[in-house]
């Protein structure tokens, strides 16, 4: 049972909490995780990012569907510093949506990787979508495929206006990791001066101060921040468009801490992130090996709709297809929580400026949309094989180069996260400009009309799976196999 906005509701949890436990873990060690299906639903436990053997991977390639009642032993090891996160792998639009995330801290075996900080604070990202009391998802079968689903109600580390305590002078490191279904999130802390120092895999090459760090679904982000004095700093959602606050650090004078402050000024080379790196330089500036691109097909009353789209039948055509009120007022002139109209054309191939669709910009077609009806696609560029159909095998050891496109005249052009099962991965180049300052990744945000590419690391043998992270787009088809032998 959890209180959202003083209503009460049934949701999901691991060990009886939104989020799961965090569990932190020694680099290098093993763990054993005793896994219980006590819900009513199928489910597996997909530990995200961790370069585990195969067999425990918790995904569709390496385990059938746990029924309820099942259990299951998970022995994961973990070779690798960083922030990971363990959520379901079936119907992760609905399970995940209803709180099945927690996150795997894995402690530096080097003393000196991090900085020296008074607290670290792990922060899921989140969003859910309530309407008229009730939490709007469906048991049944995925809906909201097209852009995916975005909520209308923020909630980090499971609550709505999360509020944390800390002390004048602190230095706090914040765990960050984007949980939700589909919206991308620029998390930021008001007021206060902010230091980037890693994401998914572990620590960047060099620290970097920011404003702001872009997330798409299931991006980590390591930040630290200096709380220099008393008072109250936001949280926040920092879109080009609008600035939501998520919530609240309070810093009081309490209690004196030892500060950091000095070492927080400094901005590190960290010599083991680029010692990581350095082995797989000579491959860089090859030509990719694979290239894949994202689209979207779709289908009956999908299409209908989209032909109607621009005419003056498009409110009446709305009625009847969705099966509920839709009047010119609500589809024909609706204004967007960024404050952009929404007009009778809804233009289905024109990218967003920055590719990234910080919003539900398309609200009467994503709420109609069911994994029936759109069908999105990865296509493999050189072959024309398409998600699941895609066969790709590659040699332990022999870095992958792959160029992902996302395509700017798919029916619906919208960023999307991409993630690699049981690899960690370089991010090379952004759409022509190479990145100067590396981190390992296990999933990349591609905006619509730009190309992202990666470099893999296939060290870790066994059957695995790529995808996009966003949930609806996962239900409608967004995946493939690949294997390391």
């Given at each position: 049972q959890k209180e959202i906005g003083g209503k009460t509701y049934r949701m999901l949890a691991y060990n009886g909490s939104i989020p799961g436990p965090p569990i932190k873990v020694p680099q290098g060690a093993e763990v054993t995780v005793n896994f219980t299906n006590a819900t009513n639903m199928k489910t597996l436990l997909h530990s995200h990012g961790v370069r585990m053997d195969n067999p425990f991977d918790g995904s569709q390639t390496t385990k059938k569907e746990m029924e309820p009642g099942e259990t299951f032993v998970y022995k994961l090891k973990f070779p690798d510093a960083g922030v990971y996160w363990y959520h379901p792998h079936v119907r992760e639009d609905y399970e995940q949506e209803l709180g099945l995330y927690g996150n795997f801290l894995v402690v530096p075996s080097d003393k000196?990787?991090?900085?020296?900080?008074?607290r670290e604070i792990p922060l899921f990202l989140d969003d859910i979508l309530i309407e008229e009391g009730q939490i709007r998802l469906d048991k049944d079968g995925?809906?909201?495929?097209?852009m995916g689903r975005y909520g209308n109600v923020f909630l980090v580390n499971g609550e709505e206006n999360y509020t944390l305590q800390a002390n004048r002078g602190e230095v706090v490191r914040f765990y960050v990791t984007n949980a939700a279904n589909a919206r991308p999130f620029r998390f930021a802390i008001g007021g206060a001066k902010t230091k980037l120092v890693g994401a998914?895999?572990?620590?960047y090459e060099r620290e970097t101060w920011t404003d702001g760090v872009t997330l798409g679904p299931s991006e980590r982000a390591v930040v630290e921040v200096l709380f220099p004095s008393a008072g109250s700093y936001a949280i926040q959602n920092k879109t080009p468009d609008r600035t939501y606050a998520l919530g609240t650090v309070i810093v009081s004078d309490d209690a004196p801490v030892a500060s950091y402050a000095k070492e927080f000024e400094t901005l590190r080379t960290n010599a083991a992130a680029v010692q990581s790196v350095d082995p797989y330089r000579k491959h860089f500036d090859r030509a990719p090996d694979k290239r894949l691109a994202f689209t979207v097909s779709m289908g009956g009353q999908m299409m209908q709709m989209q032909g109607m789209m621009g005419s003056a039948s498009a409110p009446a055509a709305a009625e009847a297809l969705v099966g509920k009120e839709a009047t010119a007022?609500?589809?024909?002139?609706?204004?967007?929580?960024?404050?952009?109209?929404?007009?009778?054309?809804?233009?289905?191939?024109?990218?967003?400026?920055?590719?990234?669709?910080?919003?539900?910009?398309?609200q009467m077609m994503n709420e109609m949309s069911d994994a029936d009806m759109v069908k999105w696609n990865i296509v493999d560029q050189d072959t024309g094989k398409m998600n699941m159909d895609i066969d790709w095998s590659f040699k332990r050891g022999e870095p992958v180069k792959i160029r992902l496109f996302n395509d700017p005249t798919s029916m619906h052009p919208m960023q999307h996260p991409i993630h690699f099962h049981g690899q960690r991965f370089l991010v090379l180049d952004r759409n022509g400009t190479k990145e100067t300052n590396l981190v390992w990744k296990d999933t990349v945000l591609v905006p619509a009309g730009e190309y992202v590419d990666i470099l893999l690391d296939v060290s870790n043998p066994g059957t695995w799976m790529a995808h996009c992270h966003i949930a609806e787009h996962l239900e409608a088809g967004m995946m493939?196999?690949?294997?390391?032998?």
């Open positions: 000196t990787y991090w900085n020296p900080v008074n995925a809906d909201r495929t097209l998914d895999g572990g620590a007022d609500r589809y024909g002139g609706h204004m967007m929580p960024n404050g952009q109209m929404m007009g009778n054309s809804m233009m289905m191939g024109t990218p967003s400026p920055d590719g990234i669709e910080w919003e539900d910009t398309n493939f196999g690949f294997r390391v032998e």
